[in-house]
């Protein structure tokens, strides 16, 4: 569907000889090949097979969010080939990468990008908590917010905002839950049931769900 000159002016996934029928336009302008049955198959975020059937003779640009090193990662992991390795790479791609695995629903990459996110929580604990919250991961948002009590609240509210579940949920949670288990106050305890009861707090165990 784009041709042999257009092609080469594409970045592809090595050694991948399927036809190029859709380009994906990263937020910095790289555009990379791809294959629409490629991204029905490994996802459920990106339109169906069929969006690029048509008798135009040029294939179709998406433009996506992420920047192009994302952009390269989640098209290896869309092919049958062995999935890159993450582990190394700089952490705030690596949260871009999480937060879009999640957003494009590519299940394959998803645990993945969990566990390196995990092991980063003590160093990034903010944006770990951030991620985990986000997405439903109850676990990974408790081994998170461990690492966030002693912080000001104005530091959180920064970067949370003011709007923010997280940011309720952590002053809710990590600090009033704390401040409840050590005095043991009457009232104290009282916001916190009220927050059980309403639906806005879990018990312990389940503070982060969102």
């Known amino acids: 569907m784009t041709s042999i000159k257009a092609v080469s002016e594409l970045r592809a996934c090595p050694d991948c000889q399927l036809e190029v029928d859709i380009i994906l336009e990263s937020s910095d302008g790289v555009r990379f090949a791809a294959h629409a049955q490629n991204l029905e198959r490994f996802s459920e975020g990106f339109p169906p097979a069929s969006f690029t059937s048509s008798s135009s003779s040029t294939s179709p640009v998406v433009q996506l969010e992420e ?3 994302v952009v390269e990662l989640l098209l290896q992991f869309m092919h049958l080939k062995p999935q890159p390795d993450i582990e190394a790479i700089p952490f705030p791609i690596l949260e871009e990468l999480a937060n879009a695995v999640e957003k494009y629903l590519i299940f394959s990459a998803m645990a993945v990008c969990r566990m390196c996110m995990r092991d980063q929580a003590s160093s990034h604990a903010m944006h ?14 408790n081994q998170a917010a461990k690492y966030t009590m002693s912080m000001d609240f104005d530091v959180v509210k920064r970067f949370f905002g003011t709007d923010s579940r997280v940011t309720y949920l952590w002053v809710s949670s990590t600090k009033l839950h704390t401040y409840s288990a050590h005095t043991q106050t009457a009232g104290v305890q009282r916001a916190l049931d009220s927050c059980i009861a309403i639906g806005l707090l879990g018990r312990p165990t389940e503070r982060w769900t969102t």
Do not use: F, P, R
């Open 128 to 141: 770990v908590l951030g991620y985990a919250a986000k997405h439903g991961h109850k676990t990974l948002a």
């Open 67 to 69: 920047k192009s090193q």
